[in-house]
């Protein structure tokens, strides 16, 4: 997995490395600028554009602005680096490499100049297709934005031939700023790392596609540096985990799933957790479902072994069905609880008793989750390990913090309520983040398609199937999150963004594998 970084630590931890080994500031600057040059010149080669124009502030961002325009000369057809600030305010290696691209300026199609006022830059980039790199402020910006910078801000958005890379960070990026103050990228060229701000929320739209740039610090620097354990899971790391059969395995050496499921109306949630769970590769899988669903789901899951249970007048399972529902759940390697459930009392009442009562292996999911509103102490103290994989409304409604709130402090709330409640949580969004109180992992694939009723069911089910065959939660969990995300983005390759539905994902489940773990 790789180290990401929260914004306001990153800096701190790099100038503790070069401490730690020797290397030189201005020698991390000349590798970002070049590394960022190669990014830069070859997204030049694929889009139409006439001009380059770097927006350079007067801090170290602008420093790997000016390095990554210095080996862009002769690259590519014409380069403006426009200074928002006085030179007078330049130091350090930002001055040393402003220094060396001044004296170049006037040849090899490179102008360098102090553009001060809106005006200025609006007579270098009208009518032109412009590809701007954003070198203002970077990941050191602290404060508000002044009036002028956000009119240049501003101007940069409203241009329709226009292209943008941020460098190392959208300028201007922080939890509390105005997404509209900021210029919208294409792509952000990360330093070293990436930063946290860049991959959540209004970031994650504002930054576009997020690369790292080598500037020379090996990996294994920033992890052991790394005391938040932040990750993002790739992958590399899914092609590690073991799902590999035995050729001497049987069916129920292969994982068992019991999954307890459905209600009048949702009896499709069922149908795809189940359907999943088989498809990833567990052996056996069989779907506890009330009485009165048994007869579609039976012709409807020809594989999956429906089990009908009893229900209570409104249709969902009833407490008469405890013992044959622990009976299954003793059998099984892991028990997927809740997709499609219904919220009927009595059925939260069941899920709180197997919860109580029954020490396994659990996914909690959808309407599963609602059983521990106001009563997650159940978790806490059941001494059996579980993996819960609500969305945010969900989230909101067991923690009982509000969304706009735990979005602001997503790293340390999930993580102290992963930590606090002893589970694995999945808090699904984009990107989901999977976290067991130590570790933080987001999430790498995955894209908007997704977004789609179902596709909740089809993650439990990967999971549970998962966790059945290795056993290891957090595994299972981060695994299952990059697999179910690989599956919708093999489909976006030919669907585009908004025509994936669940079941699309059913059948990308065995060719996306064969295609992650290169089998013939």
């Not at 226009?162 to 509390?176: N, Q």
């Not at 894209?447 to 069911?457: F, I, M, P, R």
């Not at 585009?496 to 990308?508: E, K, P, R, V």
Request: net charge neutral.
């Amino acid at each position: 997995m790789r180290s990401v970084f929260l914004n306001d630590e990153v800096l701190d931890t790099e100038k503790n490395i070069i401490s730690s080994i020797g290397i030189s500031s201005i020698c991390l600057m000349e590798n970002a600028g070049i590394n960022s040059a190669d990014i830069i010149a070859d997204y030049a080669k694929i889009i139409n554009y006439d001009k380059i124009v770097f927006l350079c502030g007067k801090g170290n961002n602008a420093g790997d602005g000016f390095v990554a325009a210095r080996h862009l000369i002769g690259r590519v057809k014409e380069i403006f680096v426009a200074l928002l600030y006085e030179p007078e305010e330049l130091k350090g290696d930002a001055l040393i490499n402003y220094s060396v691209l001044k004296n170049l300026s006037g040849n090899n199609n490179l102008n360098v100049k102090t553009v001060y006022t809106f005006n200025t830059l609006k007579s270098e980039t009208t009518n032109r297709k412009i590809l701007f790199i954003d070198a203002i402020f970077g990941i050191g910006f602290k404060g508000k934005l002044e009036h002028r910078i956000k009119t240049i801000t501003k101007y940069v958005n409203s241009l329709k031939n226009r292209k943008v890379i941020a460098l190392d960070s959208v300028s201007g990026l922080t939890p509390e700023s105005n997404p509209d103050d900021l210029i919208k990228s294409d792509i952000t060229i990360s330093m070293g790392v990436k930063k946290y701000n860049s991959l959540f929320e209004s970031g994650k739209e504002l930054s576009g596609k997020v690369y790292t740039a080598n500037i020379g610090i090996p990996d294994n620097e920033f992890d052991k540096r790394n005391s938040r354990e932040i990750f993002e899971y790739t992958k590399d790391d899914a092609k590690k985990i073991n799902l590999k059969r035995n050729p001497l395995s049987n069916k129920y050496s292969n994982g068992k799933v019991f999954v307890l499921a459905g209600s009048v109306g949702l009896s499709g949630a069922a149908y795809l957790s189940s359907l999943s769970a088989l498809k990833n590769g567990s052996g056996a899988v069989i779907l506890g479902i009330p009485k009165s669903l048994n007869t579609v789901l039976e012709r409807k899951t020809t594989e999956v072994m429906t089990f009908p249970l009893p229900e209570t007048h409104s249709k969902g399972l009833s407490l008469d069905g405890w013992k044959d529902i622990k009976k299954k759940i003793e059998w099984s390697d892991v028990s997927l609880i809740g997709p499609g459930l219904g919220r009927d009392e009595e059925t939260m009442e069941l899920v709180r008793k197997i919860i109580l009562e029954i020490k396994g292996k659990y996914v909690i999911d959808a309407d599963g989750l609602f059983a521990f509103k106001k009563n997650t102490e159940i978790l806490q103290n059941s001494g059996s390990e579980i993996i819960i994989t609500p969305h945010y409304g969900e989230f909101s409604t067991i923690s009982g913090i509000k969304p706009d709130v735990f979005k602001k402090e997503l790293y340390s709330i999930s993580t102290d309520f992963a930590e606090e409640n002893k589970v694995v949580l999945v808090l699904k969004n984009s990107p989901t983040v999977t976290t067991d109180g130590e570790k933080f992992i987001i999430n790498s694939s995955g894209k908007e398609n997704l977004a789609t009723v179902g596709s909740g069911d089809v993650l439990s089910g990967i999971i549970a199937s998962t966790f059945s065959i290795t056993g290891k939660a957090l595994e299972s969990a981060a695994y299952g999150s990059y697999f179910h995300g690989l599956c919708g983005d093999e489909l976006y390759k030919k669907s585009g963004n908004s025509s994936t539905i669940a079941s699309d994902l059913l059948n990308a489940i065995p060719i996306t594998k064969n295609l992650l773990f290169e089998l013939t």
